[in-house]
Nanobody, 117 residues
Framework: QVQLVESGGGLMQAGGSLRLSCAAS????????THWFRRAPGKEREFVAR????????YLADSVKGRFTISRDNAKNTVYLQMNSLKPEDTAVYYC??????????WGQGTQVTVSS
């Protein structure tokens, strides 16, 4: 079992920044990735970013490239999603998740991000 706790969401004006955190505990595997997804009101869940625990390799969705970065602190078992130049369309519930691409094993509870124009 892996437990995930997200934090850092909130309300921000367009153009501002927020940093989300995802702290993992429990039985982790070096092959795992931590992913960030988001779900906006009335829309389907969307992939945002992922990072591989062992190598630190990252991948970001085109919609956030150049604005968001994903990083990790292995000592803290925590992954961060730094979100800059926020837009109203970034408003969503953000979820962190653990597993390999295409096969998520664990989900966090989600954290709300609201960007006002």
């Amino acid at each position: 079992q892996v437990q995930l706790v997200e934090s850092g969401g909130g309300l921000m004006q367009a153009g501002g920044s927020l940093r989300l955190s995802c702290a993992a505990s429990g039985r982790t595997r070096s092959s795992y990735y931590t992913h960030w997804f988001r779900r906006a009101p009335g829309k389907e869940r969307e992939f945002v970013a992922r990072i591989r625990w062992s190598s630190g390799n990252t991948y970001l969705a085109d919609s956030v490239k150049g604005r968001f970065t994903i990083s990790r602190d292995n000592a803290k078992n925590t992954v961060y999603l730094q979100m800059n130049s926020l837009k109203p369309e970034d408003t969503a519930v953000y979820y962190c998740a653990v597993g390999v691409p295409g096969s998520i094993d664990y989900w966090g509870q989600g954290t709300q991000v609201t960007v006002s124009s």
